[in-house]
């Protein structure tokens, strides 16, 4: 007889960890021009994709069944909180990822999602503290291009306790420890890209919703930056070949008072918003050409609530350079740029970090109040490099190399580096600049160079 063969026992692992599925949900209406998008960057890593239609009238829900997705119907009710939960409760995932249509994911970034997600899973710590993920969201203009950056949660977990609250502009309820920030997952957002807001009704229904809401809740400073953001959002879509249409002055006035009322206020309301509402009132008065100390008072105030903030002491460096105290400003914006070099934990910030050259324009401005040379220059030069079209930093760049012996060669080679000198346009706005400056010299040269390519 053989030996009788004994079972070896497995040790006891535990339970097995949960794996990640995720659903994908969104609402739509009429986003044939998006729906694909907004399912193809989730395709290769959800677990489902549920659409929920609220009356589309063209070829939406015929796309999204095309690719696959899961779709419901659900009777508009004016309620985006109400349309948003019915999605949810399709939901089979242990995770969600509620983007809007015109909203998406990087390839990169959907595998850093799912990366994380795994990762929280996987160490029980991470799983039972938390809920929700927060990461950027970058407004994209109409060439693609970040022009400022907030942060939103889109992704969190299937539990019945989350839910949406707010008829619009709606929020998850859930409280802050059991939110876990992620720097390397940006969501794309174009739906404030002005081609697009254009083409949507979605101003005047903003609008009329946020309207009705404050109506019922008077006291709501939340509900009151939501309408401003709508309004001033209106009256930017309004304008053509430079003109506004008549009532977009009277939204944007109606917006200032808005932003202005909230700053102002003590009353209970969302951080980010509190803070949306400081940056608009400084910008606002800035651009208004409202009385130095008027701007910088505004800005003291907001760094006593948002200490460190990387844009408020932007703002702060740039209304110190209005009054002609250089020395101060340029002390505020060396501090500045390191933190923006070297990265700041501040993801609220929504300004310096998506567009460097308006820290590096203030630079210049400081710099030739101090007789920088090498300031002007390297701070000039940076800017150019981002926005090359901009005759009041190539003007002082100019003068500053000339009036330190920079040959007219010299000159010639080191705009070549920010400047196409095969392109006639290119060429002209520099003789232009040129000859405004007073470098009449270095602009019939730069001109004789544009008769050339033309001749050729």
Same mark, same amino acid.
């Given at each position: 007889?053989?030996?009788?063969?004994?079972?070896?026992?497995?040790?006891n692992?535990?339970?097995?960890?949960?794996?990640?599925?995720?659903?994908?949900?969104?609402?739509?209406?009429?986003?044939?021009?998006?729906?694909?998008?907004?399912?193809?960057?989730?395709?290769?890593?959800a677990?489902?994709?549920?659409?929920?239609d609220?009356?589309?009238?063209?070829?939406?829900?015929?796309l999204?069944?095309?690719?696959?997705?899961?779709?419901?119907h659900?009777?508009?009710?004016?309620?985006?909180?109400?349309?948003?939960?019915?999605?949810?409760e399709?939901?089979q995932g242990?995770?969600?990822a509620?983007l809007?249509?015109?909203?998406?994911?990087?390839?990169?970034d959907?595998?850093?999602?799912?990366?994380?997600?795994?990762?929280?899973?996987?160490?029980?710590?991470?799983?039972?503290?938390?809920?929700a993920?927060?990461?950027?969201?970058?407004?994209?203009d109409?060439q693609?291009?970040?022009?400022?950056?907030?942060t939103?949660?889109?992704t969190?977990?299937?539990?019945?306790?989350?839910?949406?609250?707010?008829?619009?502009?709606?929020?998850?309820s859930?409280?802050?420890? @059991? =939110? &876990? /920030? %992620? #720097?390397?997952?940006?969501?794309?957002?174009?739906?404030?890209? +002005?081609?697009?807001?254009?083409?949507?009704?979605?101003a005047?229904?903003?609008? @009329? =919703? &946020? /309207? %009705? #809401?404050?109506?019922k809740?008077?006291?709501?400073l939340?509900? +009151?930056?939501?309408?401003?953001?709508?309004l001033?959002?209106k009256?930017?879509?309004?304008?053509?070949?430079? #003109?506004?249409?008549v009532?977009?002055?009277?939204?944007?006035?109606?917006?200032?008072?808005?932003?202005?009322?909230?700053a102002?206020?003590?009353?209970?309301?969302?951080?980010?918003?509190?803070?949306?509402?400081?940056?608009?009132?400084?910008?606002?008065?800035?651009?208004a050409?409202?009385?130095?100390?008027?701007?910088?008072?505004?800005?003291?105030?907001?760094l006593?609530?948002?200490?460190?903030?990387?844009?408020?002491?932007?703002?702060?460096?740039?209304?110190?350079?209005?009054?002609?105290?250089?020395?101060?400003?340029w002390?505020?914006?060396?501090?500045?740029?390191?933190?923006?070099i070297?990265?700041?934990?501040?993801?609220?910030?929504?300004?310096?970090?998506v567009?460097?050259?308006?820290?590096?324009?203030?630079?210049?401005?400081?710099?030739?109040?101090?007789?920088?040379?090498?300031?002007?220059?390297?701070?000039?030069t940076?800017?150019?490099?981002?926005?090359?079209?901009?005759?009041?930093?190539?003007?002082?760049?100019?003068?500053?190399l000339?009036?330190?012996?920079t040959?007219?060669?010299e000159?010639?080679?080191?705009?070549?580096?920010?400047?196409?000198?095969?392109?006639?346009?290119?060429i002209?706005?520099?003789?232009?600049?040129?000859?405004?400056?007073?470098?009449?010299?270095?602009?019939?040269?730069?001109?004789?160079?544009?008769?050339?390519?033309?001749?050729?």
């Amino acid at each position: 007889m053989g030996k009788k063969k004994t079972k070896t026992k497995k040790k006891n692992a535990g339970p097995p960890k949960p794996t990640v599925r995720l659903s994908q949900c969104m609402i739509v209406k009429n986003e044939e021009k998006n729906i694909e998008k907004a399912l193809g960057w989730a395709k290769g890593i959800a677990y489902e994709q549920i659409v929920v239609d609220t009356g589309s009238t063209d070829h939406t829900v015929e796309l999204a069944e095309k690719m696959g997705a899961k779709v419901y119907h659900f009777e508009w009710i004016n309620d985006f909180a109400a349309a948003k939960n019915f999605a949810i409760e399709q939901a089979q995932g242990n995770w969600i990822a509620f983007l809007d249509a015109d909203e998406y994911l990087s390839p990169g970034d959907a595998n850093n999602l799912v990366s994380l997600l795994r990762k929280i899973n996987s160490e029980t710590e991470l799983r039972e503290k938390y809920y929700a993920i927060i990461s950027p969201l970058a407004q994209l203009d109409d060439q693609g291009k970040p022009f400022s950056i907030d942060t939103q949660i889109r992704t969190f977990r299937n539990l019945q306790s989350l839910r949406y609250v707010g008829a619009i502009h709606e929020i998850l309820s859930l409280k802050k420890e @059991n =939110l &876990l /920030r %992620a #720097e390397n997952i940006t969501v794309m957002h174009t739906g404030y890209a +002005k081609a697009v807001y254009d083409e949507t009704d979605k101003a005047d229904r903003n609008i @009329n =919703l &946020l /309207r %009705a #809401e404050i109506a019922k809740k008077p006291d709501d400073l939340n509900l +009151k930056v939501y309408l401003a953001d709508s309004l001033d959002a209106k009256a930017k879509s309004e304008y053509r070949d430079g #003109e506004a249409i008549v009532g977009s002055a009277e939204l944007e006035a109606e917006a200032e008072v808005l932003y202005a009322e909230v700053a102002d206020s003590d009353g209970q309301i969302f951080y980010e918003l509190k803070r949306r509402a400081h940056i608009l009132t400084i910008d606002k008065s800035i651009l208004a050409g409202k009385p130095v100390h008027e701007c910088e008072r505004l800005c003291l105030r907001a760094l006593k609530i948002f200490p460190e903030d990387l844009d408020f002491e932007y703002y702060l460096a740039r209304t110190i350079n209005g009054k002609g105290d250089y020395r101060a400003a340029w002390e505020l914006l060396l501090k500045c740029e390191h933190k923006l070099i070297n990265g700041s934990d501040d993801l609220e910030a929504t300004l310096v970090a998506v567009k460097p050259r308006l820290l590096f324009f203030e630079m210049v401005t400081a710099a030739n109040g101090l007789g920088d040379v090498a300031g002007i220059v390297k701070y000039a030069t940076m800017v150019l490099m981002d926005e090359k079209a901009l005759p009041e930093i190539l003007k002082p760049y100019i003068v500053t190399l000339l009036e330190n012996d920079t040959t007219e060669d010299e000159v010639v080679s080191l705009l070549s580096r920010i400047y196409d000198l095969s392109d006639p346009k290119d060429i002209v706005f520099i003789a232009r600049a040129a000859k405004d400056c007073g470098a009449i010299d270095l602009a019939r040269r730069v001109a004789g160079m544009a008769t050339q390519l033309i001749k050729q």
